[in-house]
C-alpha cells in the first residue's frame, strides 16, 4: 500500500473548510468588500448579507438571530460569557466549572482565581463522565456561573448539559456550556437546553479560523468583553468579520445537512476503526465511557509507547492525529483531561485521538490499520521491558 498525500483524523482540532463556503465568502473579499456598519449602500447592502448569516446560525441552534453575538473563535466567547455573568452580578464571585474543560475556561477560570475570584474545579468519574447530586451540592449561593461543556474535545464524552442548565435555573444561577464541538454531530436546541451563553467556533464546523458566536439568551443581563464601537448591538465592539461571518452562516446551513452522515457513516467509520485497534494491536485502551459520546471520537492508549512518538512516524506516512487538544500541544505534561479520570501519568502520555469527519471515507480507516500496528511494534520493540512491565486500566 502506498503512502497518501494526507489522511486526516484530527477533525476535533480544526476542519477542513468546506468548497461550499469558501465560495459563499470569496464575493466579499472581491466585489464586497464595504464596512457593514457604514451608512451609505455599499456597506448596508453589504450588512444584509450579515445578517442572514446570523438567521442561518440562529437556525442551527433554534434561537433567536437577536441572541446571537460573532466573536471571534470559541474561546473569546466562553471569556466573554463568564466575564458577563460576574460583572452583572458583582456580588457573586464564585465559578464552578469541570476539571476537563478547554484551556478556554479553565485558564480564565485561573486567571479569576487570581484575581481574588473563588472557582470550584469539579472533578469527574474514571470513564469522564459527571455525577450531577455531587455538582449539584458544589454549587453555591454567591455562584455566579456554572459552565460545563457539551462534549470533551479529547474523549468525545458527553454531558448531560440539559439537565445541569435545570439544576442551575433551579438555583437562580446562570449556566454556560461550550459547545464547540457538537455542530453537525449532534442537533442543538438551546430552547430545550435552557443554557443562558452557549458558545461555538467556525473552524469546528467547516467554516475558517478566526470566527465564533456566542448565544445570549434575551433575558440574561449581558457586560460586552471587548468594548468599542456599536457594533453587534453593542455587545462586542469591532468592525465585523464579513467575508468570515458569511462562511461561518453557510457552513451552519451544512452542518445541519450532515447531522444524519455523522451520526450513521461516520459514527460506522470510528467505531470500525477504534475496535479493530483494540482487538489488534496488544495493550490498547479506550478512553472514556463508550457512550454517550461524540460519533466520531476515538482517544486510545498505548502501554509502552508515548503518543508523541507514535504520532511522530504517522505523520511520516501522511495520518493526521493528535494526543490531545491542539491547544496544549507542546505541553510535556500528560493530558489535564487524562489525569482528571485518574489515568496514570504513563498510560495518559500513551494516548491517541482520532477524529473523523464527513471528510473521511474506508479508504482512510484501511490506510491507518494498515501502518498504525507496525508502528506500535517498532515502537515497542525499542524498550520491550518497558511494556511488559505496564497492564493497561480493566476495561475497554
Keep these: 500500500m502506498e503512502t497518501r498525500e494526507l489522511c486526516y483524523l484530527d477533525n476535533n482540532a480544526t476542519t477542513r473548510v468546506a468548497p461550499e463556503v469558501t465560495a459563499a465568502m470569496l464575493p466579499f473579499f472581491e466585489k ?57 452580578q458583582p456580588r457573586k464571585r464564585h465559578v464552578l466549572t469541570t476539571a476537563v474543560e478547554h484551556s478556554a475556561t479553565l485558564n480564565y477560570a485561573r486567571f479569576l482565581k487570581g484575581q481574588g475570584y473563588e472557582v470550584t474545579f469539579f472533578p469527574v468519574e474514571p470513564d469522564g463522565t459527571l455525577d450531577l447530586f455531587l455538582l449539584e451540592k458544589s454549587i453555591r449561593s454567591d455562584t455566579a456561573i456554572v459552565s460545563v461543556m457539551w462534549a470533551n474535545n479529547e474523549t468525545g464524552v458527553l454531558f448531560p448539559i440539559d439537565e445541569i442548565a435545570a439544576m442551575c435555573r433551579s438555583h437562580e444561577v446562570q449556566f454556560h456550556t461550550d459547545a464547540v464541538q457538537v455542530p453537525g454531530k449532534l442537533p442543538i436546541d438551546v430552547r430545550n437546553i435552557g443554557s443562558d451563553y452557549l458558545s461555538l467556533s467556525g473552524h469546528k464546523l467547516h467554516a475558517p479560523k478566526g470566527i465564533g458566536i456566542l448565544h445570549v439568551k434575551k433575558q ?27 462562511g461561518f452562516g453557510r457552513a451552519a446551513e ?23 485497534i483494540l482487538e489488534t494491536i496488544p495493550k490498547t485502551v479506550r478512553n472514556g465511557a463508550r457512550e454517550p459520546r ?29 494526543s490531545g487538544s491542539a491547544c496544549t500541544t507542546g505541553s510535556l505534561k500528560p493530558s489535564h483531561v487524562l489525569t482528571a479520570m485518574g489515568l496514570k501519568p504513563k498510560l495518559a502520555q500513551g494516548a491517541v485521538r482520532f477524529s473523523l469527519g464527513i471528510y473521511n471515507t474506508e479508504k482512510d480507516v484501511d490506510y491507518v490499520l494498515h501502518h498504525l500496528p507496525g508502528i506500535i511494534q517498532k515502537l515497542r520493540g525499542l524498550s520491550p521491558t518497558s511494556v511488559a512491565k505496564q497492564k493497561p486500566a480493566a476495561g475497554k
Design 32 to 88: 464586497q468588500w464595504g464596512n457593514a456598519s457604514s451608512a451609505y449602500s455599499f456597506g448596508s447592502n453589504v450588512a444584509k448579507h450579515l445578517e442572514k448569516a446570523r438567521e442561518q446560525i440562529a437556525t442551527l441552534i433554534n434561537a433567536d438571530p437577536r441572541e446571537i453575538v460573532f466573536t471571534s473563535c470559541g474561546t473569546e466567547s466562553t471569556n466573554t460569557a463568564i466575564h458577563s455573568a460576574l460583572l452583572t
Design 220 to 246: 440574561v443581563k449581558f457586560h460586552p468583553y471587548i468594548i468599542g464601537g456599536q457594533q453587534e448591538r453593542g455587545r462586542r465592539g469591532g468592525t465585523e468579520n464579513v467575508p468570515y461571518i458569511v
Design 254 to 276: 451544512l452542518a445541519s445537512a450532515s447531522l444524519n452522515d455523522e451520526n450513521t457513516r461516520v459514527r460506522k467509520l470510528r467505531d470500525r476503526l477504534e475496535t479493530a
Design 294 to 322: 461524540l460519533p466520531n471520537t476515538a482517544n486510545i492508549s498505548f502501554v509502552g509507547v508515548e503518543a508523541e512518538a507514535i504520532l511522530l512516524l504517522l505523520d511520516r506516512v501522511g495520518i493526521c492525529a493528535s
